[in-house]
């Protein structure tokens, strides 16, 4: 989509907004033009003497300046319903929308966009995966749907940035063609969907900044430093600024890892292998008569925020603690894969929430408004399906059972560290207010005991707060 000119922000035609902008944007200037006395629409850039209008979070062609002194102002980006009366500003030069008043706030409230829950995208799922593999053949239709929600993308969960990180490895035998499918994808969308920092727009009050988009996409080559965003999202499951969602997507030369215990392996939510069989034709395009056809397709998904509740949290982390241990046994591998930052990580942050992050990410896709377990169940049997992939890969690499080294890596732990281990084992699952109990030690010593059996894979946290031992 490099062809197009880079306006996402700057959008002034009808075609290049999904159905849902345009239809808001009209009704947002039927506000205006027939001065209503009750108005809505987003909040932005709150200051203590009024704020901005808006009709979605992202789109500012048009806009309303509002007054509101000795009113409590609501967060931004919050969706309200305001009333209040129309007044000019007497300036010879109007604003871009034309108004030249602003709009006097008697009274705000809070309300939630019940609009985002009846739309649909313009194009199908379908059509949406074939415009991104475009030119490309016999792609696993597997990895197919794991790349494509990168785009997707899964929104924040359990304290952690949401979106979909991808390390995909290369089976095929054209040397780069996991990284060129990996950084294709991003170029499928405008460069201005990614644009740093903070845009501008200028109303009555002066220059008002409003946050860029809070999706961001990180593709290219893992063989190479990785950028600072991506590192804090797959390493620490983070975002500066004011992303809320983060994908990353690497390819790699390689057809398995060097090391499963490094980025990007471990931070990834999914690691795919390019089966040997995908090729690329250039000549091979699927074309829309609407060239901006798969960024809409992202901008409207990105609206479903499906959500999960603690019950649901609270049966997943359960169902993947004892489903991700059996992959242990069934496969016959040493336990040093389920540590903290390693590649089968069964701490809660780990593939557990990886797991979640994909279930949020097909609920998106399948527009349900609140994650259920079954799907959860779903997402794993395919994350399953997809690791049994994998270890046809990698069996050579992974680590085998070992009970002599885990015996001599115990005998090398304090006496404090034993104690410890030897604790949670018995407690079966326990909190560290529990073990402080028991144990009689102080906050430092205890939390620096579990970092290092959680590191060594001795010990793991099933879900926050607690804690379980690794049988060695």
Same mark, same amino acid.
């Given at each position: 989509?490099?062809?197009?000119?880079?306006?996402?922000?700057?959008?002034?035609?009808?075609?290049?907004?999904?159905?849902?902008?345009?239809?808001?944007?009209?009704?947002?200037?039927?506000?205006?033009?027939?001065?209503?006395?009750?108005?809505?629409?987003?909040?932005?850039?709150?200051?203590?003497?009024?704020?901005?209008?808006?009709?979605?979070?992202?789109?500012?062609?048009?806009?309303?300046?509002?007054?509101?002194?000795?009113?409590?102002?609501?967060?931004?980006?919050?969706?309200?319903?305001?009333?209040?009366?129309?007044?000019?500003?007497?300036?010879?030069?109007?604003?871009?929308?034309?108004?030249?008043?602003?709009?006097?706030?008697?009274?705000?409230?809070?309300?939630?966009?019940?609009?985002?829950?009846?739309?649909?995208?313009?194009?199908?799922?379908?059509?949406?995966?074939?415009?991104?593999?475009?030119?490309?053949?016999?792609?696993?239709?597997?990895?197919?749907?794991?790349?494509?929600?990168?785009?997707?993308?899964?929104?924040?969960?359990?304290?952690?940035?949401?979106?979909?990180?991808?390390?995909?490895?290369?089976?095929?035998?054209?040397?780069?063609?996991?990284?060129?499918?990996?950084?294709?994808?991003?170029?499928?969308?405008?460069?201005?969907?990614?644009?740093?920092?903070?845009?501008?727009?200028?109303?009555?009050?002066?220059?008002?900044?409003?946050?860029?988009?809070?999706?961001?996409?990180?593709?290219?080559?893992?063989?190479?430093?990785?950028?600072?965003?991506?590192?804090?999202?797959?390493?620490?499951?983070?975002?500066?600024?004011?992303?809320?969602?983060?994908?990353?997507?690497?390819?790699?030369?390689?057809?398995?890892?060097? /090391? +499963?215990? &490094? !980025?990007?392996? =471990?931070?990834? @939510? #999914?690691?795919?292998?390019?089966?040997? *069989?995908?090729?690329?034709?250039?000549?091979?395009?699927?074309?829309?008569?609407?060239?901006?056809?798969?960024?809409?397709?992202?901008?409207?998904?990105?609206?479903?925020?499906?959500?999960?509740?603690?019950?649901?949290?609270?049966?997943?982390?359960?169902?993947?603690?004892?489903?991700?241990?059996?992959?242990?046994?069934?496969?016959?591998?040493?336990?040093?894969?389920?540590?903290?930052?390693?590649?089968?990580?069964?701490?809660?942050?780990?593939?557990?929430?990886?797991?979640?992050?994909?279930?949020?990410?097909?609920?998106?896709?399948?527009?349900?408004?609140?994650?259920?377990?079954?799907?959860?169940?779903?997402?794993?049997?395919?994350?399953?399906? /997809? +690791?049994? &992939? !994998?270890?046809? =890969?990698?069996? @050579? #690499?992974?680590?085998?059972?070992?009970? *002599?080294?885990?015996?001599?890596?115990?005998?090398?732990?304090?006496?404090?560290?034993?104690?410890?281990?030897?604790?949670?084992?018995?407690?079966?699952?326990?909190?560290?207010?529990?073990?402080?109990?028991?144990?009689?030690?102080?906050?430092?010593?205890?939390?620096?005991?579990?970092?290092?059996?959680?590191?060594?894979?001795?010990?793991?946290?099933?879900?926050?707060?607690?804690?379980?031992?690794?049988?060695?």
């Amino acid at each position: 989509m490099s062809y197009l000119p880079f306006r996402f922000l700057k959008r002034a035609f009808y075609p290049e907004f999904t159905s849902l902008e345009f239809q808001r944007i009209l009704s947002f200037k039927k506000q205006i033009t027939e001065r209503h006395k009750t108005l809505m629409g987003y909040c932005t850039d709150p200051k203590e003497d009024g704020f901005v209008l808006i009709p979605l979070p992202h789109i500012t062609q048009i806009y309303i300046n509002c007054s509101s002194y000795s009113i409590k102002l609501p967060p931004e980006n919050a969706f309200i319903l305001i009333e209040g009366n129309w007044k000019p500003y007497y300036q010879k030069e109007t604003m871009t929308t034309g108004t030249g008043w602003f709009f006097v706030v008697e009274n705000i409230k809070l309300k939630e966009d019940q609009f985002l829950n009846v739309i649909t995208p313009e194009i199908s799922y379908d059509e949406f995966e074939s415009a991104l593999f475009q030119g490309w053949f016999d792609v696993d239709p597997l990895l197919k749907g794991y790349l494509a929600r990168e785009l997707i993308s899964s929104p924040p969960v359990l304290n952690r940035v949401g979106g979909i990180a991808n390390s995909l490895y290369n089976a095929s035998p054209s040397k780069k063609a996991a990284i060129h499918l990996q950084t294709g994808l991003r170029k499928k969308l405008s460069r201005d969907l990614f644009k740093v920092g903070r845009q501008k727009f200028k109303t009555l009050w002066g220059s008002h900044p409003i946050s860029p988009y809070g999706w961001y996409l990180v593709t290219g080559n893992s063989g190479k430093k990785l950028s600072f965003t991506a590192r804090e999202r797959l390493l620490k499951g983070r975002s500066f600024g004011v992303h809320r969602e983060v994908s990353v997507g690497l390819g790699n030369e390689r057809k398995q890892p060097t /090391n +499963f215990s &490094s !980025l990007p392996v =471990t931070g990834a @939510d #999914i690691v795919t292998v390019l089966n040997e *069989e995908a090729d690329y034709k250039k000549d091979n395009r699927v074309i829309f008569d609407d060239p901006f056809a798969i960024m809409k397709y992202v901008l409207t998904m990105h609206t479903f925020q499906p959500i999960i509740d603690e019950q649901t949290i609270t049966l997943s982390l359960n169902y993947l603690d004892e489903k991700l241990n059996r992959l242990l046994e069934e496969y016959d591998l040493n336990s040093v894969i389920l540590a903290d930052n390693a590649f089968l990580n069964i701490n809660h942050w780990g593939r557990p929430l990886s797991i979640i992050r994909l279930s949020l990410s097909m609920a998106r896709l399948e527009r349900i408004p609140k994650l259920t377990f079954d799907t959860i169940k779903r997402v794993y049997n395919s994350y399953e399906k /997809n +690791f049994d &992939s !994998l270890y046809m =890969t990698f069996r @050579d #690499i992974l680590p085998k059972t070992s009970k *002599e080294v885990r015996g001599r890596l115990f005998e090398k732990l304090s006496l404090t560290e034993r104690r410890v281990w030897r604790t949670i084992n018995k407690l079966g699952l326990c909190t560290f207010l529990e073990l402080k109990i028991v144990l009689k030690l102080s906050d430092i010593k205890l939390q620096a005991a579990i970092e290092t059996l959680r590191l060594h894979a001795l010990i793991y946290s099933p879900r926050p707060g607690y804690y379980k031992a690794i049988n060695i």
